[in-house]
C-alpha cells in the first residue's frame, strides 16, 4: 500500500512596528497576531526574533494538510490575512515569503518507518 501524501507550508514575515516604543508593546502585537493567525487557520505560530528589537520581528507560520490545494489555499489565506492586517493594523511587512512542498521532496533519512 501506498503511504500518503503529506503537504507542508511555510511562511516567514518580518515585520516593522513603528508605534512600539518599549519591547511591552512589541510582544502585545506580535502575540496578537501569533493567536489570531494559530485559531483562524490551524497552523503552527512563533516568533524567531530579533531579540531586544522593540520595532522589529520575524514570525514564522507552518501547516500540514493532505492535498496541494488545501495547503496553497491556507497559505494564501494567511497571506492576505497579513495583507489586511498591515494596510489598517500596527504593523508593516518588510519581507515575505512562503513555500508548499510535498514530503515526495525529502530524500529518505535514517528515520525508521
Same mark, same amino acid.
Given at each position: 500500500m501506498a503511504?500518503?501524501?503529506?503537504?507542508?507550508?511555510?511562511?516567514?514575515?518580518?515585520?516593522?512596528?513603528?508605534?512600539? =516604543?518599549?519591547?511591552?508593546? *512589541?510582544?502585545?502585537?506580535?502575540? $496578537?497576531?501569533?493567536e489570531q493567525c494559530r485559531r483562524r487557520f490551524n497552523l503552527s505560530a512563533a516568533e524567531l526574533g530579533p531579540d531586544g528589537s522593540h520595532q522589529e520581528a520575524s514570525l514564522a507560520f507552518s501547516l500540514v494538510a493532505s492535498?496541494? =490545494?488545501?495547503?496553497?489555499? *491556507?497559505?494564501?489565506?494567511?497571506? $492576505?490575512?497579513l495583507l489586511r492586517g498591515e494596510e489598517v493594523g500596527p504593523f508593516e511587512i518588510l519581507h515575505r515569503e512562503q513555500e508548499v512542498w510535498?514530503?515526495?521532496?525529502?530524500?529518505p533519512g535514517t528515520a525508521e518507518s
Amino acid at each position: 500500500m501506498a503511504r500518503p501524501r503529506c503537504w507542508m507550508g511555510l511562511c516567514r514575515v518580518d515585520l516593522l512596528i513603528p508605534g512600539a =516604543s518599549s519591547l511591552k508593546d *512589541r510582544r502585545s502585537v506580535v502575540r $496578537s497576531l501569533l493567536e489570531q493567525c494559530r485559531r483562524r487557520f490551524n497552523l503552527s505560530a512563533a516568533e524567531l526574533g530579533p531579540d531586544g528589537s522593540h520595532q522589529e520581528a520575524s514570525l514564522a507560520f507552518s501547516l500540514v494538510a493532505s492535498c496541494s =490545494s488545501e495547503a496553497q489555499g *491556507r497559505m494564501a489565506a494567511l497571506e $492576505s490575512f497579513l495583507l489586511r492586517g498591515e494596510e489598517v493594523g500596527p504593523f508593516e511587512i518588510l519581507h515575505r515569503e512562503q513555500e508548499v512542498w510535498c514530503d515526495d521532496d525529502f530524500s529518505p533519512g535514517t528515520a525508521e518507518s
